[in-house]
C-alpha cells in the first residue's frame, strides 16, 4: 500500500539526499575523458579539500567509505606492521579486521561502547614503543554504532609528546561535514570518509585526504596498492582525470554539497549539529530513557544512540516505528543488537524535521509498549524554540 508523505531516514547514515543534490545529478553521464569532465573534476577535487580543512589532495573513489578504510592502509603499510587502533565500537572493530586481513598486526586499546577512545592508553603504548614498530595509529572520531566521539587534537598532542612518527589515520565518515574536523591542524595523515553521511549525498563516494608524510609512506611503500593506489590517481587527477570509470553523476552532487556546505558556512552546520543532538538529548532525558554514551564530552553531535529499559527490544521498537510512522531508526549493532536505537541528526536537517522524528519516537514507545515517560518532545521543543 502506497505510504502517503515523506519517508524519514533518521538513520545515521545514508542521511536525506536535499532536493538540489537530486537535481544536481539528474543529467546525462558525460564521456569522463572529455574536458568538460576534466573541468568538473578539477573543480571538485580542488573544492572537496575545504571541507577537510586541507590543502593537500584528497582521492575520491567510486566505493562505499569501506573500501576508503583498505586505501589508507594498503597505500602506506606492508604486511606485518604494527598498527595501533581503538576499540570505540562496532565501526572501530570493522577497521581493525579488515587491517588484520591484510595483514597487519594489530594492537587494539580496548574500550567500553560507552565513551570515545582511551587516549591516555594509548599515549601510554606510543610512549613505550621507542623503537617505533608501530606504523600507524588509527582512530574512529566519530563512532556511529555509540554515538561517542573521539579527541583527534588530543591524540596527535599524544603522538607529538611522544615523538612518534606513526601515521595519524582516522575515520571522519559520520563526522565530516556535521562535526569539527582539521586535517591541517591537528596533522592528520589519512582521513577517511564516505558520501552519504554529513555530505548529504547518496552512497557510492569515498574518500582519502592525505598529508605529505603519508604520500611519502606510500612512496616507500613494500607492497603498492593496486586499485586504491594513490600515485596512479594523483598522476591522473592531475589532468582532472580517473584511472578507471569515476562515479560521474554523483561527483556533480559532490560539488553542490560543498557550495551548499559553504552557502550555511562551515562552523554554523557544526553548530546546527551541536543544537540538534543537545535537543535530541534533552528529548530522550525527558523520556527518561539512557544516553548510551556515558562521558558528555564525548556526546556526538551527528546521532544519538539510547539505551532499551531492560526486556525490551529494541528491535521490536524500531519496527513499530517503521510501520506506523513510516521512520527508520538505526539498529544496535553486533554487541548492541536489540539493546540501542540510534537517533540519526546529521545532514539536511533542521528543527521541525527534528521535531517530528522526535514525535515519532515519543509515539512509538507508547504503542510499542516501552516504560518511558511523556514529555520529551516537549523538552526538545523549549530547548529549540528558545536556542535560535
Ligand atoms: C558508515 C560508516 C562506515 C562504513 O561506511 P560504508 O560506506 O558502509 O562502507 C565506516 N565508519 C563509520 C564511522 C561509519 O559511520
Known sequence: MRKAGRHFVQIPGPTNVPDRILHAMARPTIDHRSPEFAELAKDVLESVKTVFRTTGPVFIYPSSATGAWEAALANTLAEGDRVLMFETGHFATLWSQLAARLGLKVELVPGDWRSGADIAAGAKILAADRAHTIKAVCVVHNETSTGCVSDVAELRAALDAAKHPALLMVDTVSSLASIDFRQDDWHVD??????????????????????DKALAAAQQA????????????????????????PATNLLYA?????????????????????????????????????????????????????????????????????????????????????????????????????????????MGLANAGVPHRAGGVQAALDFLKGNG
Not at 589519512?190 to 598529508?211: D, E, H, I, R, W
Not at 586504491?228 to 584511472?243: D, I, R, T, V
Not at 562551515?266 to 530522550?284: G, K, Y
Not at 536489540?338 to 521541525?352: C, E, Q, S, T
Open 190 to 211: 589519512v582521513t577517511v570518509a564516505g558520501s552519504q553521511k554529513g555530505l548529504m549525498l547518496p552512497p557510492g563516494l569515498s574518500f582519502n585526504a592525505v598529508s
Open 222 to 245: 613494500k607492497r603498492p596498492a593496486s586499485y586504491w593506489s594513490w600515485a596512479e590517481m594523483q598522476k591522473l587527477n592531475a589532468q582532472g582525470f580517473f584511472p578507471y570509470t
Open 254 to 362: 559532490l560539488k553542490e554539497a560543498i557550495a551548499m556546505l559553504h552557502e550555511e558556512g562551515l562552523d554554523n552546520v557544526f553548530a546546527r549539529h551541536q543544537r540538534h543532538a543537545e535537543a535530541t538529548r534533552r528529548a530522550v532525558r525527558g523520556w527518561g530513557l539512557e544516553i548510551l554514551c556515558r562521558n558528555p564530552d564525548h556526546y556526538s553531535g551527528s546521532l544519538t544512540a539510547v539505551l532499551m529499559p531492560d526486556g525490551h527490544s529494541a528491535d521490536g521498537f524500531r519496527k513499530t516505528v517503521a510501520e506506523r510512522y513510516n521512520m527508520s531508526l538505526g539498529n544496535g549493532l553486533s554487541k548492541l543488537a536489540d539493546r540501542v536505537f540510534r537517533i540519526g541528526h546529521l545532514g539536511d536537517f533542521n528543527d521541525i524535521m527534528l521535531s517530528a522524528a522526535l514525535s515519532g519516537v515519543e
